[in-house]
């Protein structure tokens, strides 16, 4: 039907070797998935159920680039992660199903306020606008599984100026890509269009304006942000 105010335009994100792009529909977020980033951030390392929070649609920065510094923050910190992108979903999706879910994969990073994350978990309070805010989620063009297959190891990194502060394997993931669809589609019913980060390795850190964040995924590509 028509719309009283101009209907918003659903992101797209490019796809490497193909003349299409990738329709976002929703961003979903797995917390602490390497056991070296739970330890960091002072969590618990063991194979606990794996927690889900999300970022609205339009967070996404497709191919990098320039990125704005958010407000309210002092403490920006990078988190680089593999990202899945769903072709198809549903609910209750088997393990041993849920690969035939996907598209493709990208590398991505989850930019979080940390000062507003720990303010929030002191006062219990949800993490929405330390996790979901404008520009929070650069993501680079997608690779289709059909070119790439689906990794399940490779090295993960980040670097600030040529810094290296990230670096991990998807092995050290403790819940495989499999096993975070079948979980996350408990929760809810998962759809073509869908988005998951599958959380980061350890070394997160801040940023602050003027730096530039370069991280890869060996295999799939590399992405590259300047906080302005």
């Known amino acids: 039907m028509p719309t009283v105010i101009p209907a918003p335009v659903m992101p797209v994100i490019p796809v490497r070797g193909g003349e299409g792009g990738f329709p976002v529909r929703r961003i979903y977020c797995v917390g602490r998935n390497y056991a070296d980033h739970a330890r960091e951030m002072g969590g618990d390392p063991n194979r606990e159920p794996p927690f889900f929070f999300g970022k609205p649609q339009d967070t996404v920065v497709p ?4 990125v704005p510094y958010p407000s309210r923050t ?5 988190e680089v992660e593999l990202v899945v992108a769903l072709a198809r979903g549903g609910r209750d999706i088997p393990v041993e199903a849920a690969e035939a ?3 493709g994969y990208a590398v ?4 979080t306020r940390r000062d507003l994350q720990a ?3 002191d006062k219990g309070q949800p993490w929405d606008t330390a996790k979901g805010f404008d520009h929070s989620a650069p993501i680079s063009p997608i690779t289709p599984a059909a070119a790439l297959g689906h990794p399940s190891s490779g090295a993960i990194w980040l670097e600030v100026n040529g810094t290296e502060r990230q670096r991990g394997d998807l092995a050290q ?3 495989r890509v499999p096993e975070v669809i079948a979980h996350l589609s408990s929760y809810v019913a998962l759809a073509p269009g869908d988005l998951i ?3 980061t390795p350890s070394g997160v850190g801040p940023i602050v304006r003027g730096d530039r964040v370069r991280c890869g995924i060996d295999g799939l590509g590399e992405l590259e942000i300047v906080l302005a």
């Open 63 to 66: 191919g990098g680039g320039e």
């Open 108 to 111: 991505g990073i989850d930019l």
């Open 101 to 103: 879910c996907i598209y």
């Open 173 to 175: 993931m403790t819940w």
């Open 197 to 199: 980060f599958t959380g």
């Open 119 to 121: 303010a929030a978990k």
């Open 74 to 78: 002092s403490n920006l910190h990078h």
